[in-house]
């Protein structure tokens, strides 16, 4: 989501956005996610180009090739450094881990544990349904409901989730077809298998370290999808942060 909503700001001519993430991010849908260039030192999403950066010079190195820095940094220094004037939080921890309404002129917090007017600005509704993507000015995001979006009549059963704690070994790629009962890969010498037909959209990198019941990848079982596109869920949340940082700013 935060890679979606990077993407759209770019796009619309924000220019001077940093990405801050942990050292070892576990993203799923790699394929769209900006993160990914912690590991291979840069990565293109869906045309727009991010980099890993360190230092201040290579941050303002890489705003001056127009392309987006993603800097590790899990306790935010970047942002005592640049004092930027819009923070978003698109951890989607659902909780605030420490996140404040004056961190910045605007402090935007994607979904629910945030409540705005009190530990940020704005708050942006993350739940589909009637209210998805509305930026709301006073009050608080839908609780979370532990239950994915409903696809094809699909929910629980399009996550695949780690099945005990260790080094994951996958056996499939993102974009592979699969059926029900295939083996994804293995933990611990345990099998993941798909639980319904369909293709891998997102797939958590090789040998990677996971807990017991995370989610380590997702099944689309739709047809005719591209998965090295930003989703739709993305682009909605991104037109939401877009009229949120417009609404301040009137750029």
């Known amino acids: ?39 291979d030192g840069r990565k293109t999403v869906d045309g727009v180009h ?34 930027p004037k819009v923070i978003i939080d698109a951890i989607l921890a659902k ?10 002129e605007l402090v935007i917090g994607l979904g629910p544990g945030f409540y705005a007017g009190s530990d940020v600005d704005m708050v942006i509704e993350t739940h589909r349904g009637p209210n998805f993507g509305r930026v709301i000015f006073n009050g608080e995001a839908s609780r979370d409901t532990g239950i994915p979006a409903n696809v094809m009549g699909y929910d629980v059963e399009r996550v695949i989730r780690a099945p005990a704690s260790g080094r994951i070994q996958c056996a499939v ?61 993305s682009l909605g949340l991104g037109g939401a942060v877009l009229e949120a940082v417009l609404s301040r700013f009137n750029i």
Not at 95 to 104: E, Q, S
């Open 1 to 39: 989501m935060a890679s979606g909503i990077a993407w759209r700001l770019f796009r619309s001519g924000f220019k001077n956005i940093i990405l801050l993430d942990i050292e070892n991010p576990m993203a799923v849908r790699r394929t769209v996610c900006f993160c990914e260039a912690i590991y």
């Open 50 to 83: 991010a980099v890993l950066a360190q230092r201040d010079i290579e941050i303002d190195k890489t705003l001056n090739d127009n392309c987006i820095p993603v800097v590790i940094d899990p306790d935010w220094e970047t942002i005592l450094k640049r004092k």
């Open 95 to 104: 909780k605030n881990l420490g996140t404040r309404i004056d961190d910045a």
């Open 173 to 233: 790629q993102i974009n592979d077809a699969v059926k029900a009962g295939d083996v994804i890969g293995t933990v611990q010498k345990k099998a993941v298998k798909a639980l319904i037909n369909g293709t891998v959209r997102g797939l958590i990198r090789n040998n990677i370290f996971v807990e017991k019941n995370v989610k380590i990848g997702d099944i689309e079982p739709r047809e005719n999808v591209n998965n090295m596109l930003v989703s739709d869920k």
